[in-house]
């Protein structure tokens, strides 16, 4: 899967700590999720979309089918 | 639009906290455990009521522990609850097979000495640890 998580939070100036604790995950796991080395479950996908003011299918695209 | 501070957390906080705890119950169960271990022969003579105390104390504060590491589990987040899930199964496994291998090898004859289950629990432990490290490395 494919995700903007790291454009969208450059774009505000976040750092990864800072959205990490907004999301209320860890470092690690927005740099894996930003990485695509992890999905998000649906809650925090739907967190990160709150957070930004967006749709989950405007953060986060299946590559399947896009 | 949003912008999130430099404070940590409550889930950070709360994280942290979770930590403590399990690790305050893991030291206490360790010395009740070295307590109804070796009370016995080198306090109180091997006397029944305090070796059966210091048993149910051992592990009482043993479930304490449990929970302890259930509420740590649950306070992680959710890549790092699959990185303690990989490693717990890997652990599972291994302690499984290596196990039952380790004592048919006494039943067999290869070996003439009785397995011991500390060296399965050094075993486990040692799989834990490689687990959570690889686990780690894995999603950096």
């Known amino acids: 899967m494919r995700n903007r998580l790291k454009v969208l939070r450059a774009e505000r100036d976040w750092t990864q700590a800072q959205l990490a604790s907004e999301l209320e995950v860890s470092r690690q796991t927005v740099n894996a999720i930003e990485k695509g080395k992890f999905d998000p479950s649906l809650p925090l996908a739907f967190k990160a979309a709150r957070l930004f003011g967006m749709s989950i299918e405007d953060i986060f695209q299946d590559e399947a089918t896009s | 639009m949003n912008d999130p501070k430099t404070r940590p957390s409550d889930w950070a906080t709360s994280n942290k906290r979770n930590t403590l705890r399990l690790r305050y119950w893991t030291l206490a169960w360790v010395a009740m455990m070295a307590v109804a271990a070796f009370g ?99 999603y950096q």
């Open chain 2, 40 to 138: 016995p022969k080198y306090i109180w003579d091997f006397a029944t009521l305090p070796t059966i105390l210091a048993l149910l104390m051992s592990m009482g504060v043993g479930f304490g522990m449990i929970v302890a590491n259930k509420r740590y589990l649950q306070g992680l987040d959710e890549l790092h609850q699959k990185i303690f899930l990989d490693a717990g199964a890997l652990t599972l496994g291994v302690g499984l097979v290596c196990g039952l291998s380790y004592e048919l090898l006494e039943d067999i004859k290869l070996i003439s000495f009785e397995p011991e289950i500390s060296h399965l629990v050094v075993l486990m432990c040692l799989t834990f640890l490689v687990g959570m490290i690889f686990g780690h490395r894995r």
